[in-house]
């Protein structure tokens, strides 16, 4: 089986004017990503996403009526269900949990577009969605007049996203952090009375393995990606209930256990401590990995403890009397984390790599009544990693 800690998480796309008044919040307990892709990036990879169809002819989608299907634990399954999904095959080991890969639908290039189960999907670069009739009046007769209207949409229009379904793991030995992609999907955005929704999967392909020739310029998506994940820090999700395969923008549900979560950060802090990975001072208004300041580790680990004057009254004397008070930093306090990488993607077998050159800590951000008012740096560190493919 292999290891990695598994996640699962949606980009939305950035500058699109569905989309611009969509703002984005931290709400506590939930795996968000907050980071935005730019056109540019997703159509490299929607063009990717055709060209994988037209150059297999067949393919699978990995979704099911409600999306992609995500990694579970089982544990609300009943044993007799487990054990024929696992002889059919329909059950695949994700790190420490399985995937439901049984749901999917046959994607065909023909010579007129691209069909979903047999039905037309993609043709002319319009997604079918079919027909629908409307009702308006005639205001010169008063009468209803019956129209039939066209709901087709443009497929570049309507690509809004991309889903990632991955493991997670740290390199000891190599010092390097490695997100391994199992499933990559090409979203749409969802809206109910022009409200936005969420996002859901338009495609979901499982990834073939990565052509390391396409490491240089030719496969090069973007180069210093900034990318912010959080983990779900209990199994609840706050407020509203989604349904499988739709997300709040940009909501995913994700989950790392805390013995899995505090196990890779001491791995990577470890790191640190030995000197196996390099640390500089990072601040969020304008950090530069190629000129920043290297840090020592004295420097990282006494920015652990937080030293603060608090003030008090004397109830003897009356008087105000000032005390220093050191509060030191627990790793259950890491929320998430800001990655620093390179994304490339390999046309020819439909797979994305993502090298992670580096990554921040992060942690709730309170105002002075302990409201929650966003995320900063657990620590005002960058710690840089040594990317290996």
Same mark, same amino acid.
């Given at each position: +089986?292999?290891?990695?800690?598994?996640?699962?998480?949606?980009?939305l796309?950035?500058?699109?004017?569905?989309?611009?008044?969509?703002? !984005?919040?931290?709400?506590?307990?939930?795996?968000?990503?907050?980071?935005?892709?730019?056109?540019?990036?997703?159509?490299?990879?929607?063009?990717?996403?055709?060209a &994988?169809? $037209?150059?297999?002819?067949?393919?699978?989608? &990995?979704?099911?009526?409600l =999306?992609?299907?995500?990694p579970?634990?089982? =544990?609300?399954?009943? +044993?007799?269900k487990?054990?024929? +999904?696992?002889?059919s095959?329909?059950?695949?080991?994700?790190?420490? !949990?399985?995937?439901?890969?049984?749901?999917?639908?046959?994607? #065909?290039? *023909?010579?007129?577009? %691209?069909?979903?189960d047999?039905?037309a999907?993609?043709?002319?670069?319009?997604?079918?969605?079919?027909?629908d009739?409307? !009702?308006?009046?005639?205001?010169?007769?008063?009468?209803?007049? /019956?129209?039939v209207?066209e709901?087709?949409?443009?497929?570049?229009?309507?690509?809004?996203?991309?889903?990632?379904?991955?493991?997670?793991?740290?390199?000891?030995?190599?010092?390097?952090? &490695?997100? $391994? %992609?199992?499933?990559?999907s090409?979203?749409?955005?969802?809206?109910?009375? /022009?409200?936005?929704?969420?996002?859901?999967?338009?495609?979901?392909?499982? #990834?073939?393995?990565?052509?390391?020739?396409?490491?240089?310029?030719?496969?090069?998506?973007?180069k =210093?990606?900034?990318?912010?994940?959080f983990?779900?820090?209990?199994?609840?999700?706050?407020? $509203?209930?989604?349904?499988?395969? +739709?997300?709040?923008?940009?909501?995913?549900?994700?989950?790392?256990?805390?013995?899995?979560?505090?196990?890779?950060?001491?791995?990577?802090?470890?790191?640190?401590?030995?000197?196996?990975?390099?640390?500089?001072?990072?601040?969020? %208004?304008?950090?530069?990995?190629? #000129?920043?300041? *290297?840090?020592?580790?004295?420097?990282?680990?006494?920015?652990?403890?937080v030293?603060? #004057?608090?003030?008090?009254?004397?109830?003897?004397?009356?008087?105000?009397? /000032?005390?220093?008070?050191t509060?030191?930093?627990?790793?259950?306090?890491?929320?998430?984390?800001?990655?620093?990488?390179?994304?490339?993607?390999?046309?020819?077998?439909?797979?994305?790599?993502?090298?992670?050159? =580096?990554?921040?800590?992060?942690?709730?951000?309170?105002?002075?009544?302990?409201?929650?008012?966003?995320?900063?740096?657990?620590?005002?560190?960058?710690? *840089?990693?040594?990317?290996?493919?």
């Amino acid at each position: +089986m292999d290891w990695g800690v598994p996640m699962s998480y949606h980009h939305l796309l950035l500058e699109s004017p569905a989309y611009e008044n969509i703002g !984005y919040e931290y709400t506590p307990g939930g795996s968000n990503s907050a980071t935005r892709l730019y056109p540019p990036e997703l159509n490299k990879i929607s063009e990717a996403f055709l060209a &994988h169809i $037209e150059r297999q002819r067949v393919v699978e989608s &990995h979704n099911g009526p409600l =999306g992609p299907t995500y990694p579970s634990s089982l =544990g609300d399954w009943s +044993m007799g269900k487990i054990l024929n +999904m696992r002889a059919s095959g329909s059950l695949e080991p994700f790190g420490r !949990y399985f995937m439901d890969v049984s749901k999917t639908e046959k994607i #065909t290039q *023909k010579d007129d577009g %691209i069909y979903r189960d047999d039905e037309a999907f993609i043709v002319e670069g319009r997604i079918v969605r079919g027909f629908d009739t409307v !009702y308006t009046q005639d205001l010169a007769t008063g009468e209803l007049v /019956e129209r039939v209207i066209e709901l087709n949409t443009g497929f570049r229009e309507s690509a809004a996203g991309l889903g990632f379904t991955e493991l997670w793991s740290y390199d000891k030995k190599k010092a390097s952090f &490695h997100k $391994e %992609i199992k499933y990559l999907s090409l979203d749409e955005g969802v809206f109910y009375n /022009e409200t936005f929704r969420g996002l859901r999967s338009l495609l979901n392909f499982k #990834t073939a393995k990565f052509n390391k020739k396409y490491l240089g310029t030719e496969g090069l998506i973007r180069k =210093g990606m900034q990318s912010t994940e959080f983990f779900d820090r209990d199994f609840r999700i706050e407020g $509203e209930c989604f349904s499988e395969g +739709m997300a709040k923008s940009p909501h995913a549900i994700g989950y790392i256990e805390p013995s899995d979560r505090i196990t890779m950060i001491m791995n990577i802090i470890e790191g640190v401590n030995s000197g196996q990975l390099s640390i500089y001072h990072h601040n969020f %208004i304008d950090f530069d990995p190629a #000129t920043a300041k *290297k840090a020592s580790v004295e420097e990282f680990f006494e920015a652990q403890s937080v030293s603060e #004057t608090v003030y008090y009254e004397d109830l003897e004397t009356g008087e105000m009397v /000032e005390e220093v008070v050191t509060n030191d930093l627990v790793l259950e306090e890491v929320i998430g984390f800001q990655f620093f990488e390179d994304w490339f993607i390999d046309s020819d077998n439909f797979s994305m790599y993502k090298r992670v050159n =580096g990554m921040v800590m992060l942690k709730l951000a309170l105002d002075e009544t302990g409201e929650v008012r966003g995320v900063k740096a657990f620590t005002p560190f960058y710690i *840089k990693f040594n990317p290996r493919m």
